[in-house]
């Protein structure tokens, strides 16, 4: 398989189409995951993507996928935003410091990305494996926001790295993964337990309102032809962003990143991707972010 389509067509594939939760989420021992420090090299708005690390970035590939759940380990937490950050394979960060690197287009955030849980709490990326920063092990930062705002920071560790023993396993409980070696690179399996009940989560798991109040509203029509018009609300001023994703999370283009006052606005995609190309038809994800909350539609291209 090659190495492009493995998250497609390889963990989340599986795991998206519903063939392994209830066999995982059952035998899995029920404990909230435990919290790690932020570290200095978070930012702000990164881009919602699948694929971290760009082609060309030295290092081993390696997937992460998981499920995202409220305190019963049971329920998923749907449109919850995971934030992902790492040092390159030098531990350099980027737009904290100037790292060399195979980042062939100057993408600011190459080793950063946010990734949205789907209908069943899953979330899935593809990087490098992180490099050595400041004497400790390799590590994945973790912000991850519930849509109810609830937040939790922390690290994901791996038991190959030498650097890892037991006394560090025994102060990172549940964050140190085992990882499987692949010809496409490297697999592990972190799940996310949030310290929340699931009576908060709405019963069709959609996104709660935004204390800053938004609303992604009619898409019309669905399924579409040749252009759809997304109609949304916001209600103060604020950054809004909306994307376009295909069904795995790949990012299409986006419509809108800007900061705008309260009001009622529409605009229209006409089927095409960030170069202008006509893409396949298919099902299709409207993203729309304002503050820390999300929301997201489906939609259907028709050709």
């Not at 899953?122 to 937040?151: C, N, Q």
């Not at 798991?205 to 509203?217: A, I, R, T, V």
């Not at 419509?255 to 009622?264: E, H």
Request: glycine share 10%; net charge negative.
């Amino acid at each position: 398989m090659k190495r492009r389509s493995f998250i497609k067509n390889g963990i989340i594939g599986t795991l998206g189409a519903g063939i392994m939760p209830s066999s995982i989420l059952s035998s899995r021992d029920c404990t909230i995951t435990h919290s790690d420090i932020l570290g200095p090299y978070w930012s702000p708005n990164h881009p919602h993507r699948t694929i971290l690390a760009n082609l060309e970035e030295p290092g081993t590939r390696i997937f992460i996928s998981g499920v995202v759940t409220t305190n019963d380990c049971e329920t998923p937490i749907q449109n919850a935003l995971v934030d992902v950050w790492q040092a390159n394979n030098d531990g350099c960060y980027t737009v904290f410091q100037d790292c060399q690197s195979g980042n062939s287009n100057n993408d600011q955030y190459n080793l950063r990305g946010l990734i949205v849980t789907d209908q069943n709490g899953y979330y899935g990326f593809e990087s490098i494996f992180p490099g050595y920063y400041a004497g400790r092990p390799r590590h994945f930062h973790y912000k991850v926001t519930s849509p109810s705002g609830l937040e939790l920071v922390t690290q994901c560790y791996f038991k190959v790295d030498p650097l890892i023993d037991e006394d560090w396993e025994e102060n990172h409980l549940g964050l140190v993964i085992p990882l499987e070696e692949t010809e496409n690179g490297l697999v592990g399996i972190l799940d996310i337990v949030m310290n929340e009940e699931a009576s908060l989560t709405s019963i069709d798991n959609k996104p709660f309102s935004s204390p800053n109040g938004f609303s992604l509203d009619t898409l019309y029509p669905n399924p579409f032809n040749n252009s759809i018009k997304i109609d949304f609300t916001i209600n103060n001023l604020g950054y809004v962003d909306i994307g376009i994703y295909d069904i795995t999370g790949k990012w299409i283009l986006n419509l809108i990143g800007k900061q705008m006052q309260s009001g009622k606005y529409n605009i229209v995609w006409k089927g095409s991707d960030v170069a202008g190309n006509a893409v396949a038809s298919g099902p299709y994800l409207v993203i729309m972010k304002f503050g820390s909350s999300i929301q997201t539609k489906k939609i259907k291209l028709i050709k």
